[in-house]
């Protein structure tokens, strides 16, 4: 009776696995027929589902022409990257003073951002000697709390 059982389960375990994996090798690519997905991608399962077809999109707005206008916005770029700086500098400070410090260095990127967007991603001179000496007294606040 156990052998019959250990058997039948064994048959039905081979008898799945088989049927299975030749099920999911027959997926093929039918790209004729206008379905909403591109085919079967061998790497698609329940968690990483087939890419849906999308429409060409009609943008003027490429990768090269966004790196284009990054490299066109140096002091946007500068600011940032010096706010980011001051940002690891503030997590060292204790929890009262990096309160402070923090709502500073927010308000100064958001002010940052406000020119960049008046005007289309640039920072003009006098704004941004504003910025400079607002980040120069968040450094020296920086030093003194620490």
């Excluded at 260095?105 to 958001?110: G, K, S």
Aim: charged letters at 25%.
């Amino acid at each position: 009776m156990r052998s019959f059982i250990k058997t039948t389960v064994f048959s039905a375990l081979m008898l799945s696995t088989l049927v299975g994996g030749a099920f999911a090798a027959s997926g093929g690519i039918d790209d004729s027929s206008g379905d909403y997905y591109e085919g079967i991608d061998p790497h698609a399962d329940a968690l990483n589902p087939p890419i849906p077809r999308m429409a060409p999109m009609t943008t003027t707005m490429t990768t090269s022409s966004i790196h284009r206008t990054m490299a066109e916005r140096p002091r946007l770029t500068h600011v940032l990257s010096e706010l980011r700086v001051d940002d690891r500098r503030i997590s060292r400070l204790r929890p009262v003073a990096a309160n402070s410090a923090r709502h500073e260095e927010a308000d100064i990127r958001a002010q940052a951002m406000a020119v960049a967007d008046r005007h289309d991603g640039v920072i003009p001179g006098r704004n941004y000697q504003q910025l400079q000496r607002e980040i120069r007294k968040l450094d020296r606040d920086i030093v003194r709390s620490s």
